[in-house]
């Protein structure tokens, strides 16, 4: 049975989001304050820590607020729903259907609708709260309330934070440590055998350690003050006796590079936060079923699983994560984890002015060949880009050195707006990336060469804008190439000095400095069998450089001024 959908309202900063979750991991991203943890916590609220209507588990920052609603009395109540649907390819075994049958319904199949409400009480003067099951038509089912109780033993929630600190987890009374500790799967004659070993220690260490005869041979003339047992009865244990009493004390030590066994909870937070990982994994594959149930599948809530680790260590935590039984959700800002993630498992989380959107890439918008592509040009290598607020497409490498060098020297901050430049040419155009980028609420700008190559990337993009305004999203270049603009505007000594004598002939009748002058030399300079167009387009963006804001042709500076205001006007 998999949780199917959260619907979560006027909770912290979200006023209303759903999100369609994965059978068995949902990844969620997002910029922060978009509320992936907000949504993390409400699942913990739901399956976790409200157990009774008595106490409120929510406190007065938990209620949306904004311009009209900045005073409790004004705020709307909070609703979490978790809806649990049966598949066709995925019917709900036995168990679960006679373990929660009385609130069960659906006409073809099982579904469980559950809410948590919160409001403020004018009279109490303070947040009361509740919690129900649904029917079909929303309708509480009245009296089923004790069934939560039954949902949570067969679908335990776990919460790892981003802050997975082992002095926290590998002690005596955590959660997941201490279930090992107490688990009593020491055979009766081997814990004799063990108890009698450990006294005979501490009789030694108690002997060696002279100071001790001091204290005991004091602490003995109490028979003299008080009732108490036989003169003898005074012992000093450095360690308890009793086989699982001593286990409470164990701790997990790791070596060093140079071989020092020191305490995990010493070791960098990065090893510390893997350790954790690992020491929750162990329990979710040998304890889970015997401390909560033997049916218990667990729904598992990860913030930020690359927290402190290495960008190696984070591409193979993924592997781990995805090996935890049961339902994952990863909410992550790592790239790195991107990469390995497929892309239907992702959500990303956004805001539109006020509402928070969350948006997923339907598993029918590419064709294999097109998926096949963006996994290797984008997923694969370039994950990171799926966290951009903006795209600006551009056809290759010179274009995205030149509009780099450009905001630079403008004093844009680009990644400070969110954009991010993307090579769309090796990925046989940009109908994939604009796809993607509407699919996941990122915003795109097309900036096409003016040549016949350029116009079939705008004609690509025409197909894709769904009656959105061309200007918003497509820029042709008024010359055939961003090599030619450079010329154009008094970069152009670079690609000249790669003519070489035996061409000069080839420029004889055109005006020095016209557009069909360079465009001439870019066709020399492109066929030449030893001249790199990348090193021209370097020196010529140096030139630039040193010439300052002015140097930077009119045509480029418009189109930056384009890309950075997108982000504040909807896809």
């Known amino acids: 049975m998999r949780l199917s959908k959260i619907a979560v309202d006027n909770f912290r900063g979200i006023e209303h989001v759903e999100i369609e979750l994965d059978r068995d991991v949902t990844v969620l991203v997002g910029e922060n304050n978009t509320g992936k943890t907000s949504v993390l916590e409400a699942l913990r609220l739901c399956l976790d820590i409200v157990r009774s209507d008595k106490t409120c588990n929510f406190s007065e920052f938990d209620f949306y607020r904004d311009q009209t609603r900045a005073d409790l009395l004004s705020c709307q109540p909070i609703s979490i729903t978790l809806s649990f649907l049966e598949s066709e390819d995925h019917l709900w075994p036995e168990h679960i259907t006679q373990g929660l049958n009385d609130v069960i319904v659906g006409s073809d199949f099982s579904a469980i609708k559950f809410r948590i409400t919160a409001r403020y009480d004018a009279d109490a003067g303070e947040p009361v709260q509740s919690w129900s099951f649904h029917d079909d038509a929303g309708n509480e089912m009245v009296g089923k309330g004790g069934m939560i109780k039954e949902l949570r033993r067969l679908r335990p929630f776990f919460f790892q934070t981003a802050l997975r600190a ?40 108690v002997n060696a350690h002279a100071s001790f005869k001091d204290v005991t041979d004091e602490v003995k003339r109490i028979s003299d003050l008080v009732a108490v047992g036989q003169a003898d009865a005074v012992t000093v244990d450095p360690a308890p006796a009793d086989v699982y009493k001593a286990l409470r004390y164990t701790d997990v030590n790791l070596l060093t590079a140079s071989s020092a066994k020191i305490p995990i909870r010493s070791h960098g937070e990065g090893t510390q936060s893997l350790s954790v990982l690992l020491l929750f994994s162990a329990y979710l594959k040998t304890r889970i079923q015997a401390d909560v149930d033997r049916h218990a599948e667990p729904i598992i809530a990860i913030e930020e699983p690359e927290a402190h680790l290495h960008p190696n260590a984070v591409r193979a935590v993924w592997h781990l994560l995805r090996g935890f039984p049961g339902q994952k959700i990863v909410a992550t800002h790592s790239g790195d984890i991107l990469s390995e993630v497929p892309v239907s498992k992702l959500r990303r989380m956004k805001r539109n002015g006020t509402a928070t959107e969350c948006k997923a890439i339907p598993e029918e918008l590419l064709s294999d060949e097109e998926l096949r592509k963006f996994n290797h040009h984008v997923r694969r290598n370039r994950g990171e880009l799926l966290f951009a607020r903006s795209w600006l497409l551009v056809e290759g490498e010179t274009d995205v050195s030149v509009f780099a060098e450009c905001a630079d020297v403008l004093g844009v901050d680009l990644h400070g707006k969110g954009v991010r430049i993307v090579e769309c040419s090796q990925a046989g155009g940009p109908g994939i990336f604009i796809k993607v980028a509407d699919a996941l609420g990122i915003h795109w700008h097309l900036i096409a060469d003016g040549d016949d190559g350029g116009q079939k990337y705008i004609d690509d993009a025409k197909a894709l804008l769904n009656g959105r305004p061309e200007t918003d999203h497509i820029s042709p270049l008024t010359f055939s190439n961003i090599d030619v603009l450079l010329c154009c505007s008094g970069y152009g000594q670079p690609y000249r000095d790669g003519v070489g004598p035996q061409k000069d002939a080839e420029l004889t009748g055109l005006t020095i400095g016209s557009t069909e002058y360079w465009e001439k030399v870019y066709m020399i300079v492109n066929k030449a069998r030893r001249f790199s167009k990348p090193e021209a387009a370097l020196k010529s963006i140096l030139e630039m450089k040193t010439a300052g804001v002015d140097g930077v042709p009119r045509e480029l500076t418009d189109i930056l001024n384009r890309i950075t205001t997108l982000g504040d006007a909807n896809p």
């Open 166 to 205: 082992a002095k926290d987890q590998f002690h005596g009374q955590s959660t997941y440590w201490a279930s090992f500790l107490k688990s009593k799967d020491i055979d009766d004659a081997t814990r004799r055998a063990l108890e009698d070993e450990l006294y005979k220690v501490n009789q030694k260490i």
